[in-house]
């Protein structure tokens, strides 16, 4: 009767010493360890497929980044791979609020009072939600020339961009700003 040895798998301290030493290989084997059971928590934590693979390659930077004895040894870097994703989630999920309530804020009044002054408060409502409905390039454009002061040379070198372009797309954003706002004028 021949008898088989176990194959024993390499320890995670071992993997990550490997590595440091220069080993890819050893990397791979720790990333492919790991990766499915992080990848699923990242996407239960932020509900984002996109999001949960940035959070799993993040945490395994982390984890290479992090000093040499960080680590304890002999103990397994699951947990410590998942508590790095979680914080990374938290932080994603903080920032990602952040920009919401930025953007919203923004998107509320794209014209604040010092640009509006002398315009009727109904009208710079109006335009307020005019605005947002240009095509990207058009109110790029009138922020740059109106709002920010910019000659329209300026523009163009800006938005890299033709000086008949840029002309273009103002002549069009204020079409389309009086289309939308026919009632109010």
Same mark, same amino acid.
């Given at each position: 009767? $021949?008898? &088989? %040895?176990?194959?024993? %798998?390499?320890? /995670?301290?071992?993997? =990550?010493?490997?590595?440091?030493?220069?080993?890819?290989?050893?990397?791979?084997?720790?990333?492919?360890?790991?990766?499915?059971?992080?990848?699923?928590?990242?996407?239960?934590?932020?509900? /984002?497929?996109?999001?949960? %693979?940035?959070?799993? !390659? #993040?945490?395994? =930077?982390? =984890? *290479?980044?992090?000093? %040499?004895?960080?680590?304890?040894?002999?103990?397994? *870097?699951?947990?410590?791979?998942?508590?790095?994703?979680?914080?990374?989630? $938290?932080?994603?999920?903080?920032?990602?609020?952040?920009?919401? &309530?930025? #953007? &919203?804020?923004?998107?509320?009044?794209?014209?604040?009072? @010092?640009?509006?002054?002398? $315009?009727? +408060?109904?009208?710079? #409502?109006? =335009? !307020?939600?005019?605005?947002?409905?240009?095509?990207?390039?058009?109110?790029?454009?009138? $922020? *740059?020339?109106?709002?920010?002061?910019?000659?329209? &040379? /300026?523009?163009?070198?800006?938005?890299?961009? +033709?000086?008949?372009?840029?002309?273009?797309?103002?002549?069009?954003?204020? @079409? @389309?700003?009086?289309?939308?706002?026919?009632?109010?004028?």
């Amino acid at each position: 009767m $021949i008898v &088989q %040895e176990p194959c024993l %798998e390499p320890s /995670d301290a071992d993997l =990550l010493q490997a590595y440091r030493a220069g080993s890819p290989a050893a990397f791979e084997t720790l990333y492919l360890r790991y990766r499915d059971s992080l990848y699923l928590y990242g996407r239960a934590l932020l509900r /984002d497929d996109g999001l949960a %693979e940035d959070l799993v !390659n #993040e945490t395994f =930077l982390r =984890l *290479l980044g992090a000093k %040499e004895g960080e680590h304890r040894a002999g103990s397994a *870097l699951g947990p410590l791979l998942h508590v790095i994703l979680r914080r990374l989630a $938290i932080d994603c999920r903080r920032s990602q609020t952040a920009a919401r &309530q930025r #953007e &919203q804020s923004v998107s509320r009044a794209w014209l604040h009072s @010092k640009a509006t002054s002398g $315009i009727a +408060p109904a009208l710079a #409502e109006e =335009l !307020n939600r005019a605005l947002p409905r240009l095509p990207a390039e058009q109110l790029e454009v009138v $922020i *740059l020339h109106t709002y920010v002061g910019m000659t329209f &040379q /300026d523009v163009a070198g800006t938005v890299d961009a +033709p000086l008949s372009t840029i002309l273009s797309r103002y002549s069009y954003a204020l @079409k @389309k700003l009086a289309e939308l706002m026919k009632g109010s004028l």
